[in-house]
């Protein structure tokens, strides 16, 4: 397999109210800029960008909220036929998401899920 570019890893937090979360993340830890809020994962980042995070409540299409998500561009279909290739547990499969990401969920060896996505401005 070609390398990938990775292009960003954003945690993905499981909590069971958005509005509750939001004001701790943003109000005592800083992350200011909303970057997107869809009533059940909503992205906030620093004003200088260095710092990201990912609020979730539950998935809307997959059975399991993942840990991370990994940014993979144009990638996405070659690290999903590897991980196909190499075995590991598919926990959502390669999915064009009504709200716009390219993605698919991959169980890692230690047991932790992985959202492998592309946005359409990756």
Same mark, same amino acid.
């Given at each position: 397999?070609?390398? &990938?570019?990775?292009?960003?890893?954003?945690?993905?937090?499981?909590?069971?109210?958005?509005?509750?979360?939001?004001?701790?993340?943003?109000?005592?830890?800083?992350?200011? &800029?909303?970057?997107?809020?869809?009533?059940?994962?909503?992205?906030?980042?620093?004003?200088?960008?260095?710092?990201?995070?990912?609020? &979730?409540?539950?998935?809307?299409?997959? !059975?399991?909220? !993942?840990?991370?998500?990994?940014?993979?561009?144009?990638?996405?279909?070659?690290?999903?036929?590897?991980?196909?290739?190499?075995?590991?547990?598919?926990?959502?499969?390669?999915?064009?998401? !009504?709200?716009?990401?390219?993605?698919?969920?991959?169980?890692?060896?230690?047991?932790?899920?992985?959202?492998? &996505?592309?946005?359409?401005?990756?």
């Amino acid at each position: 397999m070609d390398p &990938v570019h990775v292009t960003g890893i954003t945690a993905d937090l499981t909590v069971p109210d958005l509005a509750a979360a939001r004001g701790f993340y943003t109000g005592y830890l800083g992350l200011s &800029v909303e970057e997107f809020d869809l009533g059940w994962v909503a992205r906030y980042r620093s004003p200088d960008g260095r710092a990201e995070i990912q609020l &979730v409540t539950r998935d809307a299409t997959a !059975p399991r909220n !993942p840990v991370v998500s990994v940014k993979a561009g144009e990638g996405v279909d070659a690290l999903y036929a590897e991980a196909r290739r190499r075995g590991f547990e598919i926990v959502h499969p390669l999915t064009e998401e !009504p709200w716009g990401p390219r993605r698919f969920f991959v169980r890692a060896p230690d047991g932790n899920i992985l959202n492998i &996505v592309s946005h359409q401005e990756d």
